[in-house]
C-alpha cells in the first residue's frame, strides 16, 4: 500500500480466517500454466494435480516440474506421471521457485486488502484472480535465470 511517509494508512482488514489454495504450473518460456483452486492442501489434490499436467502436455511431452519439498510435494502417496519429473528445491528456499513470485503478484495485486463475504466469494476471487494472468504476466513473473541456462 502506497501512504504518504509518515503516515499511518488503513486498510480493509478481515478477521475470519478460511483458506483456498492454488495448484498451479506455468512454463517460464512460453507462459503456459494449468492451475488446480482446491479447499485443502493434501496428496489427493496434488495427484489431481499432476494427472492433470500430464494430460495437458500430452503423452509426446515431458515436464519438469520445479517445486518445494512441502508435505503434499514429497508423500509416499503421490502419483507422478510418466511425462512428469518433480525437481525438488533444496529447503528454505522460496526465492529460487518461480511460482512464489506469482503468489505475491495474486497477494497485492488481486486478493489482499479486501473482505469477502464467505468461502464461496474468496473461492471464485482466486479462479478470477488466477485467469486475469496473461501468458505474458507470467513469463515475466517466472522469468528465472537459473532456469534459463538450464534450457
Same mark, same amino acid.
Given at each position: 500500500?502506497?501512504?504518504?511517509? #509518515?503516515?499511518?494508512?488503513?486498510?480493509?482488514?478481515?478477521?475470519?480466517?478460511?483458506?483456498?489454495?492454488?495448484?498451479?504450473?506455468?512454463?517460464? =518460456?512460453?507462459?503456459?500454466?494449468?492451475?488446480?483452486?482446491?479447499?485443502?492442501?493434501?496428496?489427493?489434490?496434488?495427484?489431481?494435480?499432476?494427472?492433470?499436467?500430464?494430460?495437458?502436455?500430452?503423452?509426446?511431452?515431458?515436464?519438469?516440474?520445479? &517445486?518445494?519439498?512441502? #508435505?503434499?510435494?514429497?508423500?509416499?502417496?503421490?502419483?507422478?506421471?510418466?511425462?512428469?519429473?518433480?525437481?525438488? +528445491?533444496?529447503?528454505?528456499?522460496?526465492?529460487?521457485?518461480?511460482?512464489?513470485?506469482?503468489?505475491?503478484?495474486?497477494?497485492?495485486?488481486? &486478493?489482499?486488502?479486501?473482505?469477502?463475504?464467505?468461502?464461496?466469494?474468496?473461492?471464485?476471487?482466486?479462479?478470477?484472480?488466477?485467469? =486475469?494472468?496473461?501468458?505474458?504476466? =507470467?513469463?515475466? +513473473?517466472?522469468?528465472?535465470?537459473? =532456469?534459463?541456462?538450464?534450457?
Amino acid at each position: 500500500m502506497w501512504a504518504q511517509c #509518515g503516515s499511518r494508512p488503513t486498510a480493509v482488514k478481515q478477521t475470519e480466517y478460511e483458506w483456498c489454495y492454488l495448484f498451479a504450473a506455468v512454463n517460464p =518460456l512460453t507462459g503456459a500454466s494449468s492451475a488446480l483452486v482446491a479447499p485443502t492442501v493434501n496428496t489427493q489434490y496434488m495427484n489431481k494435480h499432476l494427472a492433470f499436467i500430464s494430460r495437458e502436455a500430452g503423452a509426446d511431452k515431458h515436464v519438469v516440474l520445479v &517445486l518445494d519439498q512441502a #508435505g503434499w510435494h514429497v508423500a509416499k502417496a503421490l502419483t507422478v506421471p510418466a511425462n512428469v519429473t518433480l525437481l525438488h +528445491l533444496p529447503p528454505y528456499s522460496p526465492e529460487l521457485n518461480p511460482v512464489e513470485r506469482i503468489w505475491g503478484y495474486l497477494r497485492s495485486h488481486h &486478493l489482499s486488502n479486501r473482505v469477502y463475504r464467505d468461502y464461496d466469494d474468496l473461492f471464485d476471487a482466486t479462479t478470477i484472480a488466477w485467469n =486475469l494472468l496473461s501468458e505474458t504476466r =507470467l513469463q515475466t +513473473l517466472t522469468a528465472a535465470e537459473w =532456469l534459463r541456462r538450464a534450457v
